[in-house]
């Protein structure tokens, strides 16, 4: 177990604000991921948008699984927060069902190490674990 933070739930449920509300997370701490930088800034102590990460490394041909533990160290003392995008329609298109696949296998990964996992939804943070 590390002590990271991890909160999911869909898009546009609040998980930025809850974390903001519930740790007092600043806008400077905040490293936004996205679908085009493979790699992170663990300099900040909040990451946000994890699942377009893991969308930027399939697409660079990084395993987000070895990522997760070649770097669990520097993941220590993080929040991090990801869409949960599994649920709906299966895509079509192969590159959308490998980031579905993997982005839940990533949350599952880091929820298993993680001290504290809540869930958002409407703004409201449920504890999971």
């Known amino acids: 177990m590390i002590n990271v933070i991890l909160l999911i739930g869909g898009a546009y449920q609040g998980k930025l604000d809850y974390a903001a509300s519930r740790w007092g997370v600043a806008d400077s701490g905040i490293y936004q991921c996205s679908d085009t930088a493979a790699e992170v800034n663990f300099a900040f102590p ?12 399939i697409r660079a041909g990084v395993d987000p699984l070895a990522f997760i533990n070649e770097h669990e160290r520097d993941l220590e003392d993080k929040i991090i927060i990801a869409d949960d995008i599994s649920s709906g329609i299966v895509p079509v298109d192969p590159e959308s069902r ?20 809540i869930r958002v939804f409407c703004g409201i943070g449920t504890r999971l674990k």
């Not at 490998?98 to 996992?117: C, D, I, N, T, Y």
Request: net charge positive; glycine share 6%; charged share 15%.
């Open 46 to 57: 909040v990451l946000y948008g994890y699942h377009l990460l893991v969308l930027a490394q």
């Open 98 to 117: 490998l980031w579905r696949e993997q982005s839940g296998r990533a949350a599952a990964m880091l929820a298993a190490r993680a001290v504290e996992v």
